[in-house]
């Protein structure tokens, strides 16, 4: 079991940068796969990045070369790091942790790009 908390959402003007953080109540070191998702206004919960516990990363398309998935097992913490951000990067990004085939999120941050 592990408890995630979101940070370092904010409003960002269209081109600009944010990082999110996420931090576990345990060690991370042996958690298989975590990941970022998101959910914008009357769309599903989508995976936005994944990262494994030998620092393998996915990203979705939409994001390919403008976000950067991280993780530190020394701090617990696993950050996504989004560049050159577009209005449709708008939404609430969840962190997200499977252990033993089971999800575990946070309560959310809340990203919204606008000028």
């Known amino acids: 079991q592990v408890q995630l908390v979101e940070s370092g959402g904010g409003v960002v003007q269209p081109g600009g940068s944010l990082r999110l953080s996420c931090a576990a109540s345990?060690?991370?070191?042996?958690?298989?796969?975590m990941g970022w998702y998101r959910q914008a206004p009357g769309k599903q919960r989508e995976v936005v990045a994944m990262?494994?516990?030998?620092?393998?990363?996915n990203y979705t398309d939409s994001v390919k070369g403008r976000f950067t998935i991280s993780r530190d097992n020394a701090k617990n913490t696993v950050y996504l790091q989004m560049n050159s951000l577009k209005p449709e990067d708008t939404a609430v990004y969840y962190c997200?942790?499977?252990?033993?085939?089971?999800?575990?999120w946070g309560q959310g941050t809340q990203v919204t790009v606008s000028s």
């Open positions: 997200n942790a499977q252990i033993f085939f089971i999800d575990y």
């Open positions: 345990r060690s991370i070191s042996s958690i298989l796969n």
């Open positions: 990262i494994t516990r030998t620092d393998i990363t």
